[in-house]
């Protein structure tokens, strides 16, 4: 398979955003999960794991530049059970922003039976 898009879902300020219900987000994409126009600093990753055992995920460093801290390497999480939701970031431009603009993403496992992520984007208080 290809890399899929992961679009942010926008959090609202001041205000309530809508219910993060289980089997919100983009199915685990094994290959990858692309944050098109990614704001690091302002990105929390909601994982919810449904794969019936253990999984990662791993947030790829960027490229050198923009990224001058990639050196640093990706950032994988611990092992995540079955049926947990992990919240993942902020994260740093420096690190993590590839040369495009976007962000990587990828789950150990994939499909819909898998678990889904859902890319937060926090807003700037105004």
């Known amino acids: 398979m290809a890399i899929v898009a992961l679009p942010y879902t926008s ?3 001041n205000g309530q955003s809508a219910d993060l ?7 685990f994409e094994g290959d990858g999960m692309r ?4 704001v690091p600093e302002r990105t929390i990753l909601r ?3 449904a794969s019936g055992g253990a999984v990662t995920v791993t947030v790829s460093a960027g490229d050198n530049p923009p990224a001058l801290a990639a050196g640093l390497g990706d950032f994988t999480t611990t092992s995540l059970a079955d049926n947990d939701i992990a919240y993942l970031g902020p994260f740093e431009s420096g690190r993590f922003l590839q040369a495009d603009g976007s962000m990587l993403v ?20 105004q």
């Open 11 to 13: 959090l609202v300020a």
């Open 35 to 38: 944050i098109s126009d990614a």
């Open 106 to 125: 990828t789950p150990s496992a994939e499909g819909d039976g898998g678990g889904r992520i859902t890319a937060l984007l926090v807003p700037k208080a």
């Open 47 to 49: 994982v919810e794991n």
């Open 21 to 27: 219900n289980n089997g919100a987000g983009t199915a």
